[in-house]
């Protein structure tokens, strides 16, 4: 019914991997995200210019946005995590670089002083030594005096990054997990840290392209009609993960632990169901629903002859396989969509029980056209 293309030369590249070694892009570590490579291809393949709109709905880290501000597209995104959205901010302002050498010169010689206000709660206790703890509410503390909300916030995602590797967590799937083994010094690790961001900066300056980074809902757009001329984008996976947990340390250092924190809302409700799929597991029903509103949303937004890439993945459930490309594709088509073709950059076969398989599942770009 649809264009496969088989494209493993995306396999790395729809993933965040490729993104630990660029500038800007690397200085928050989300494994959900892909990579600026794969932004590029597009903004090159769609042929966007410094007159296009760019949009991403799922926002992430800001992958797209930063691409495109790095080649001087303006772009919108919006995600409904607060920490995502706080991360992309970060990575795109337009920062005054005389202004913040001397903020980061400041703060690389803050002369310690041990507070008073450590946490009681014992997860603390258990994620950081005693001096790492006294190392973190320090600098958050100091951060929390910086006069300049863009400053104020970047030395703050680069105390997120120092705080997360000067602890004994690690990310294991949807848990996170205590290991106890030796950690550099979280004061050592800031100081580091806020040097090598400010060399990002310094040795690729950012254009001045506008990158709005925002909260917002997916499946209720606040744009108006036919202003996007294209979308880079990648939507929860079925059978997401909620990362409550396993974000819990950055969370509360953004004071957002009373929130919850999914990497999208998309399939959280049983409230609807496409006919057609009643087949499907419940959770596949209310995610493909969710990504039918979505779609038409995309659909109202987007300029006649936009251009959309939209990386899927399937979802393993104990009794079957689901491809979301193809009921998406088709989701899309129904949508007002053209399909020009499904790029299949990775397949991989689902199992219960760790050994009994139960059918394969593709990681795909479905391309899509507005006619």
């Not at 007159?51 to 995104?77: A, E, N, R, W, Y």
């Not at 795109?92 to 709660?121: C, H, M, N, Q």
């Not at 409700?269 to 087949?279: C, D, N």
Request: hydrophobic share 40%.
């Amino acid at each position: 019914m649809f264009n496969f293309v088989q494209a493993q030369k995306f396999k790395d590249a729809v993933t965040f991997v490729p993104n630990k070694t660029e500038p800007i892009h690397n200085w928050f570590y989300y494994k959900e995200g892909f990579s600026k490579q794969l932004a590029d291809f597009f903004i090159k393949q769609f042929n966007l210019t410094n007159t296009s709109l760019v949009f991403d709905p799922f926002m992430g880290t800001g992958t797209t946005l930063l691409s495109c501000k790095q080649q001087s597209i303006s772009s919108i995104g919006i995600d409904v995590n607060p920490l995502l959205v706080f991360v992309s901010k970060v990575k795109t302002t337009d920062y005054d670089l005389v202004s913040l050498e001397e903020i980061v010169k400041k703060a690389g010689s803050w002369k310690f002083e041990r507070p008073k206000d450590i946490p009681k709660d014992p997860f603390y206790k258990k994620a950081f030594s005693r001096f790492s703890l006294e190392d973190m509410v320090f600098l958050r503390n100091k951060i929390g005096e910086i006069e300049k909300p863009e400053e104020r916030e970047f030395l703050l995602l680069a105390l997120i990054d120092s705080a997360v590797k000067g602890s004994y967590t690690y990310k294991d799937g949807a848990v996170l997990k205590i290991f106890k083994n030796p950690r550099p010094p979280v004061r050592k690790l800031f100081k580091n840290k806020i040097h090598r961001m400010l060399k990002d900066l310094q040795r690729n300056p950012l254009p001045k392209a506008i990158a709005k980074a925002e909260d917002g809902d997916a499946r209720s757009l606040q744009l108006k009609d036919e202003i996007v001329d294209a979308v880079i984008t990648s939507p929860p996976y079925l059978n997401k993960i909620e990362y409550t947990k396993v974000y819990r340390l950055e969370n509360s250092l953004l004071g957002l632990n009373s929130q919850p924190m999914l990497p999208s809302h998309i399939g959280s409700k049983a409230e609807r169901t496409i006919e057609g799929l009643e087949s499907l597991p419940i959770a596949a029903q209310t995610y493909f629903a969710d990504m039918s509103l979505v779609l038409a949303e995309l659909h109202r937004v987007c300029k006649p002859s936009a251009q959309l890439a939209v990386v899927v993945g399937g979802g393993c459930f104990p009794t079957q396989a689901v491809n979301a490309d193809e009921i998406l594709a088709s989701t899309a088509e129904k949508t007002g969509f053209n399909v020009e073709s499904i790029l299949v950059a990775r397949n991989s076969w689902c199992t219960r029980a760790r050994t009994i398989k139960v059918g394969q599942i593709r990681e795909s770009i479905i391309i899509l056209r507005k006619p």
